[in-house]
């Protein structure tokens, strides 16, 4: 089965663009979704597909993809968006598989 | 709207068996594919496995396979899961999932607590 790499943490200073990479084989066939999950709460869609922002998702969350790599782009980072950020894909074993990153940590400084 | 509402807390012992639930309401429950994740404790999201709620079809991990059953009962609307031998790894929050496009829908979860 495919696996997704994140990077554990990353930290950003209010008011800046941070982004969050999300990397595996499975991303050179299928897009990346991405969540956004805080503490007690269950996972928030924020991007999925090529880039789509579902409705209420403020449009400072961006998504883009690159051969092996999607990312999440964040512009203009706020103190709610502190949290933690989950990639996940179609896993290109099929059947329908999904894979999930392994979460980065967002810290707003 | 488009709710999904799970069974409540667990506590289970090794060896034991846990089946959750999860009703969904607000669209067409034979439309969308449903899959089960959970969660450790301070532990990142992992897949578990996908029904099909209009022909019952399953596919599941790799990991879970043997341990897991996924179920549906059309006239209500409700998926189950079942995760059986159970040990102290399995505890978790456990959540059902639409996890198509746009309609990105979440369970409340559900805590499954395996404890001697």
């Known amino acids: 089965s495919s696996e997704l790499t994140q990077d554990p943490a990353v930290s950003v200073a209010l008011g800046q663009t941070v982004r969050i990479t999300c990397q595996g084989d499975?991303?050179?066939?299928?897009?990346a979704s991405w969540y956004q999950q805080k503490p007690g709460q269950a996972p928030v869609l924020v991007i999925y597909?090529?880039?789509n922002r579902p409705s209420g998702i403020p449009d400072r969350f961006s998504g883009s993809s690159s051969g092996n790599t999607a990312s999440l782009t964040i512009t203009g980072a706020q103190a709610e968006d502190e949290a933690d950020y989950y990639c996940?894909?179609?896993?290109?074993?099929?059947?329908?598989?999904?894979?999930f990153g392994g979460g980065t940590k967002l810290t707003v400084l | 709207q488009v709710q999904l509402v799970q069974s409540g807390a667990e506590v289970k012992k090794p060896g034991a068996s846990v089946k959750v639930s999860c009703k969904a309401s607000?669209?067409?429950?034979?439309?969308?594919?449903m899959h089960w994740v959970r969660q450790a404790p301070g532990q990142g999201l992992e897949w578990m496995g996908i029904?099909?709620?209009?022909?019952?079809?399953?596919s599941y991990a790799q990991k879970f396979q043997g341990r897991v059953t996924m179920t549906r009962d059309t006239s209500t609307s409700t998926v189950y899961m079942e995760l059986s031998s159970l040990r102290s790894e399995d505890t978790a929050v456990y959540y059902c999932?639409?996890?198509?496009?746009?309609?990105?829908?979440w369970g409340q979860g559900t805590l499954v607590t395996v404890s001697s």
């Open positions: 999932a639409t996890l198509t496009g746009d309609l990105d829908y």
């Open positions: 607000g669209y067409t429950f034979t439309s969308y594919y």
């Open positions: 029904i099909n709620p209009s022909g019952g079809s399953t």
């Open positions: 499975s991303l050179r066939s299928y897009y």
């Open positions: 597909g090529k880039n």
């Open positions: 996940n894909s179609r896993d290109s074993s099929g059947n329908h598989h999904v894979v």
